[in-house]
């Protein structure tokens, strides 16, 4: 694909090549006439032309320096900063037609090099997929063309023919002439076709760079948003974890305390029924305390979404979130109707499914889990399959050991299997049923 430097090469090629066209037109006009007025055939000029023609040496010198103006305009404003370009161009449009009349209207060429300036100069200014502002740019170079061409001027303005000029020179010499005329006409019109074809590429080029920018960068957006949300997700689960360190620890301390007071009373309550008094008031304080601060720590890991929906429906929100950041696909099927499990319950399926899509995703690396919420005639049974990599030898860390605990607390049973995968099933009885 061209770049800048190469359409900045190809205007100067087509800048040098109107330059001669215009040299060449003006200086046949000045050739023509200077031989028909040696051969004495002036009268005859007038005659056809039908009105007194302008004087050779003004077509020539006033066409020639018109164009050396323009042409110095066109190289100084792409080697200074100009505040407004617009109207440098419009200056440059304003030269163009000046040249166009100097050669009598002969050659319009001069406006193709214009319109490639303009292109050049407002590359960065609009899309090529802004049609209408380049339609209307291709309409007026079209109606432009069809205006300042000669066979249509000449009907609505008296102007001299160059080809009257050259009907006088010998047939050779005149056929080879309007030959060379046509075909710089011809060459600097290829010229200007090539440069817009070129352009065209690049423009497309360059979008179709700017869009594949885009789209990365909207991706890796998408990309690092996702991954802050799960790294919030991860977080709340460190978080959750360590609330449940510091109710196993708050819980411990206050349950040695609880049986080391009543170890104490016993050992008192017939020597001394007073002290044995003092000493259960103390224990009733420390388990009142206790209670405290389990519920506290309980209210801040219970999940916010089992406050405000039920328990099917905290479930599928908190899937859809994990989906939209992982897209990880998760199949849930809830069977269980609107069975009134109690909060504990809750918490501890909500953290069950938390807790294993969590593992299938940093572990497992899984793309696929199977989440089927059933029952049976004793129990409500959660099964979680994934498609990760599974493990023959399951290690029992933090994770499942705080999975098995949460389920022996509503006296569920819990189960793992690595192969095909990492599956969970959990067993949880039905009000008035127990699991043996």
């Known amino acids: 694909m061209l770049k800048f430097k190469h359409f900045v090469l190809l205007r ?25 007025i040696r051969m004495q055939q002036d009268y005859r000029l007038l005659a056809k032309l039908q009105h007194i023609p302008d004087s050779p040496q003004s077509i020539f010198w ?60 407002n590359r960065n200014q609009y899309n090529f997929h802004d049609y209408p502002i380049w339609l209307l740019i291709g309409l007026l170079l079209l109606l432009l063309f069809l205006m300042t061409d000669y066979s249509v001027l000449s ?28 075909f710089i006409s011809a060459l600097n019109l290829v010229l200007f076709i090539l440069i817009l074809v070129y352009f065209a590429l690049s423009q497309l080029a360059r979008e179709y760079k700017i869009q594949n920018k885009l789209a990365l960068a909207a991706k890796t957006n998408t990309e690092l948003k996702n991954y802050a949300a799960l790294s919030g997700h991860i977080a709340q689960n460190r978080e959750r974890k360590r609330i449940a360190r510091d109710i196993h620890d708050t819980v411990g301390h206050a ?90 319950t809750e918490d501890v399926i909500f953290r069950i499914i938390e807790e294993s899509v969590t593992n299938s995703l940093r572990h497992g690396h899984a793309t696929e889990v199977k989440i089927s919420c059933t029952k049976s005639d004793k129990n409500y049974i959660l099964l979680i399959q994934d498609n990760g990599m599974g493990t023959t030898h399951i290690k029992a860390g933090y994770g499942i050991i ?28 039905k009000e008035g049923s127990t699991n043996d």
């Open 155 to 182: 009907h609505l303005i008296a102007l001299p023919n160059l080809a009257t000029y050259l009907s006088f020179l010998p047939a050779k010499v005149g056929s080879r002439l309007i030959f060379y005329k046509n």
């Open 62 to 121: 006033e066409s020639s320096i018109s164009f050396l103006i323009l042409a110095v305009v066109m190289t100084l404003r792409h080697h200074i900063n100009v505040k407004n370009p617009n109207l440098i161009l419009l200056l440059e449009f304003i030269l163009a037609i000046i040249v166009f009349i100097s050669l009598r209207m002969t050659y319009n060429g001069v406006f193709l090099l214009v319109f490639v300036d303009f292109f050049i100069s």
């Open 402 to 429: 705080q999975m098995k605990e949460r389920v022996a607390i509503i006296d569920g049973k819990i189960s793992f299997n690595g192969n095909n995968g990492f599956s969970t099933k959990v067993a949880i009885p």
């Open 255 to 344: 349950l040695t305390g609880i049986a080391a007071g009543i170890d104490a009373a016993l050992v008192l309550i017939d020597i001394d029924p007073k002290a044995t008094k003092k000493q259960l008031k103390q224990i009733q304080v420390a388990v009142k305390q206790g209670l405290k601060d389990v519920r506290k720590a309980l209210n801040q890991i219970r999940p916010g979404a089992l406050d405000n929906y039920t328990l099917e429906a905290s479930l599928k929100k908190m899937l859809k979130e994990y989906s939209d950041i992982s897209h990880i696909k998760i199949d849930f099927n809830y069977h269980w109707g609107k069975v009134d499990f109690e909060k504990t």
């Open 12 to 36: 100067r090629i087509m800048l040098w090549l109107n330059f001669f066209a215009v040299l060449f037109n003006a200086t046949l006009f000045l050739y023509t006439t200077n031989y028909i």
